[in-house]
């Protein structure tokens, strides 16, 4: 037997990269985005495979940013999860980003849907309903931070606006996501402007994804979609909206219904009055939907809430009543003024004391006159009738849909399509995770800002239908696999499949590879995972 020199011994992680790349591969990932980004005959590393590449640094769950990509593969099987030739020195920053501005060129939106309602289908997703919502990604960096500074036509313009992160002090830029109600899949992605509403866009962005995809769904979204205007965009479309509690008719509504309208809904924890409306010249069925959860959650803000404002008022109560006016009106007129700023308290037993005062030194004489100046005395109580709307509100909101047949859309799916409205929260908690490799972007311009969002969708994408994949296969087998505790579950998260998948190395010995660690757990688990997935680990 020949002696196996260290040279012929090649031993390279390979971890959970192998289940990314292989739920890539059944996407046909690569393929579509070298056909509609193009190539060229003399680059080693295609758009196609450095997206894969930026996918895989995404999902490594090691908080490495985009610009030490080669870093990230330093060590790992680049070659066995890329592509034959390709080393981590070709995933430079130079070609990252020539292919972040091909990205861009193409346009992103139109980019990412058409991947992603290509994976959709050939996954079975169903998209018969689509939730919408918005958050904000904060940058570092000035990007064009004087006001004299222009960007180019039609490029995102980061700036300041309302952070979800409470990062006010931080530029930031919009994202745009639609996700399936059926496995949380993102279907359509917008990177926009740091300052933009959601109320002044979220109709016409529906309406550009309907006319160009010809998606017949049920579209879902959350108080900024109605409004007057959105409601007459979309008056073709069918649509479940939570109605803001800022208006005039919701808040009647609110304050007078009938404990007796209420019937329990299928859903545990609920109950569900419906009632007719026509908001904005629109037939729309309404459902003030009263939630137990809700209601406890509610009261014990609303107890916090009270308590904050009543410290506050007593202090500043305090402050009154040490200031001296010149006359009894005056003084009335600033309590007045007082009490009606205070949203929960009032003033009760309102007086007024004269006060004189002299202001020579030492004993005034009989006959001397001292100035008069007049303070007011209050005791604060609540306001009983206020409190009380309040708390009759808690754990009550409103929902609106302009499908007005129950045997089309019962009541019980109004209220849980909008429960499933989560799927876009969950989707923008995931591109916010502190492990994720963009909680704070570092990129030089804003063109790459918005590509790279765009590969945190498709990070998303390609995350969210591996998991999918994984409970229905496990639901099919009547199977199940360990949880974090133990415990038998068929419905993991595909995070911690991958945490289940540390320390897997291809070793490659005189050119024969083999894959160690490969435990009877990662076996049982791999055979849930489709072929694609289990090559990249050696196994038929």
Known sequence: MSKIEASDIRVQDLDHCGLIAGICDSMGLVEQLDRLLGTHPQEIVTPGQAIKAMILNGLGFVSAPLYLLENFFVG??????L??????????????????????????????VTVALSAARHFGVDMHSLHLDSSSLHVDGDYLSNEDDTAEPGTIHITHGYSR????????????????????????????????????????????????????????????????????????????????????????LLQNI????????????YQIAACCNCYASIPQRW???????RLESDLKQLEKR?????????????????????????ALTAAALFSQQLPYHQLQDLQTIEIIEHKKRGRPSKNAVGEKSYQIRAVLAPKDSVIDTERQRAGLFLLATNVLDEQVLSNDQILQEYKAQQSTERGFRFLKDPLFFTSSVFLKTPERVAA?????????????????????ALERAKQTIDNQVGKPTAKPTLRWVFQCFMSIHLLTVNGVRQITNLTQERLWILQFFGAPCRKYYLLS
């Open 306 to 330: 009270l308590a904050k404002h009543e410290a506050k008022a007593r202090a500043a109560l305090q402050q009154l009543q040490s200031q001296k006016f010149a006359c009894q009106p005056d």
């Open 76 to 81: 790992k099987a680049t070659e066995h999860l």
């Open 287 to 293: 459902l003030v939907v009263k939630s137990q959860a």
């Open 83 to 112: 592509g034959e030739g390709i080393r981590p020195e070709h995933l430079n920053d130079d070609r990252l980003g020539r292919v972040l501005d091909k990205m861009y060129a193409f346009g992103l939106t139109e980019l990412f």
């Open 165 to 252: 992160d409470h990062r006010p002090d931080l530029k930031q830029f919009m994202v745009d996501l639609m996700c399936s109600g059926d496995g949380d899949i993102p279907l359509y992605l917008r990177v926009g402007d740091g300052n933009e509403t959601d109320s002044a866009i979220f109709a016409r962005l529906i309406l550009e994804f309907k006319q160009q995809w010809d998606v017949d769904a049920l579209f879902v979204a959350d108080a900024a979609l109605y409004t007057a205007d959105n409601l007459q965009q979309m008056a073709q479309l069918r649509w479940v909206s939570r109605v803001p509690a800022t208006l005039k008719c919701a808040k009647d």
């Open 452 to 472: 790279l969002a765009a590969v945190m969708g498709l990070c998303l994408l390609v995350y969210s239908l591996g998991q999918r994949a994984l409970r229905l």
């Open 258 to 269: 009938h404990p007796d309208a209420f019937v329990p809904s299928s859903l545990a924890g």
